[in-house]
């Protein structure tokens, strides 16, 4: 497998934003008599913004991920996430996430099967042996459905935090078509799809079967992934949780089609897509589990074949809420909750130091320090948030900052010493519970 050498870009630390500072001041009061957790939210609430953001002279944004040199689609909107808030009256923070939001829809543009893109059309790839329609621009190109629909939530969201139009340009129009006319090619996967992938000399995840097509799926109106938000390519390629990302990214689509460029046209068709995906998740996605009831699959393949467990990136089960599907008290989804974090998901570990869930994408034993803060961030009770924080604190090596996966007995042995997300998704937990006055 011809793996690209990794190599560094450089990285100019930004100046934060007032905005940010504040929080940061507001947390050495708040944190005062958890001098651990303050350290750790001070390292990890601005490093995306001091290690992996770089403001371009065309007036985009680039972030990458951590420790590798390229922008994730998903990754880059939730390394900058939690600063969104903080947006209205920061004009510094408003040029980063307007900048981003801009450069996720050249992106879009360029190839929206794409997950990883690089900074210039430099013909960085991870793998150049790969096959597919490759560009120069592109670092990976993966198919995962989840990664457009974190481009629409940032856009939504900056949009509702600050009440500004400047990124609803023309391109953002046409990007907006782009999505829709992907996304129904993508229900009809075998028919219609030019998308095809194959990499050669690497495990079985890496690559799709059948000459790069994947495996069969019957039509069910949701749409086909190749890929699972872990980069890993799916068992069955209906993933129920990125499907349900797409019907919240739908709503906010029919958000901007309506109140922003007017086009009732087009609200009607986004409406009639939205539709056919909810019927699907409802018809195929739910599944009758002899312990826990009714519950979500994370994937299936619309011939009756499923697969039960969960993993812990996002989007996955225990962030269906997250992400503003259903609510938290949502029966189908407690029930599936139970069972995520259960010995009947493969996928989730107890051992000495942490209990939660890990990846196929990680060793066996190694939990997450994202599905941690996920579990935290989508918990009833304010027992949880403060279990999962104290988790937290205590795992992190003592590093200074989240990882990838870390052993379930000793915490010493992780993967990934640099990732924002992680660091980001923690922050987000912490400055939560700030709010909330439970610390």
């Not at 100046?15 to 500072?21: D, F, G, N, S």
């Amino acid at each position: 497998m011809e793996k690209f050498k990794l190599p560094q870009i450089p990285i100019p630390k930004l100046k934060l934003p007032l905005a940010v500072q504040q929080v940061l001041d507001e947390a050495e009061v708040k944190l005062a008599n958890r001098p651990k957790l303050l350290a750790l939210f001070k390292n990890c609430f601005p490093n995306t913004l001091e290690t992996t953001t770089k403001l371009l002279d065309d007036g985009t944004t680039f972030v990458i991920t951590g420790d590798i040199p390229a922008m994730w689609l998903r990754d880059s909107v939730e390394q900058v996430i939690q600063y969104v808030p903080l947006a209205k009256h920061d004009p510094d923070l408003q040029r980063i996430l307007s900048g981003l939001i801009k450069r996720h829809i050249a992106c879009i543009h360029i190839d929206p099967y794409a997950n990883a893109f690089n900074e210039s059309d430099n013909d960085w790839h991870w793998n150049k042996a790969d096959r597919t329609d490759m560009s120069a621009w592109v670092w990976e190109r993966k198919f995962e459905l989840d990664s457009i629909c974190f481009s629409i939530r940032l856009a939504h969201a900056y949009w509702k935090a600050t009440g500004l139009t400047d990124i609803f340009d023309s391109s953002f129009k046409s990007a907006m078509r782009k999505i829709v006319d992907l996304w129904k090619s993508e229900q009809q996967h075998a028919e219609q799809s030019p998308y095809r992938f194959i990499r050669q000399g690497c495990p079985p995840t890496d690559t799709l079967r059948k000459q790069g097509l994947g495996m069969p799926v019957n039509y069910t109106g949701m749409i086909w992934s190749g890929f699972r938000p872990s980069d890993d390519a799916c068992d069955f390629h209906y993933n129920i949780p990125a499907n349900m990302f797409a019907v919240v990214a739908l709503r906010q689509l029919e958000e901007f089609a309506e109140w922003v460029f007017r086009d009732t046209d087009f609200l009607t068709e986004l409406k009639e897509l939205e539709a056919d995906i909810e019927h699907g998740i409802q018809l195929y996605g739910i599944y009758r589990h002899p312990e826990f009831g009714q519950i979500y699959a994370y994937e299936t393949d619309g011939f009756g074949n499923y697969c039960l467990m969960d993993d812990a990136g996002t989007p996955g089960l225990i962030s269906i809420p997250y992400l503003g599907y259903v609510s938290a008290s949502d029966p189908i989804y407690q029930n599936t909750r139970r069972f995520a974090l259960s010995k009947e998901n493969p996928f989730y570990y107890e051992g000495k130091a942490a209990k939660g869930l890990g990846s196929p994408h990680t060793p066996e034993q190694h939990v997450w320090h994202m599905a941690l803060a996920m579990q935290g961030l989508t918990a009833t009770t304010a027992d949880e948030k403060l279990a999962m924080l104290a988790m937290l604190e205590a795992t992190d090596a003592d590093t200074g900052f989240m990882h990838e996966g870390f052993h379930a007995d000793d915490p010493t042995i992780f993967s990934r010493k640099w990732f924002a997300w992680s660091n980001s998704l923690f922050a987000q937990l912490v400055k939560q519970a700030m709010e909330e006055d439970i610390l």
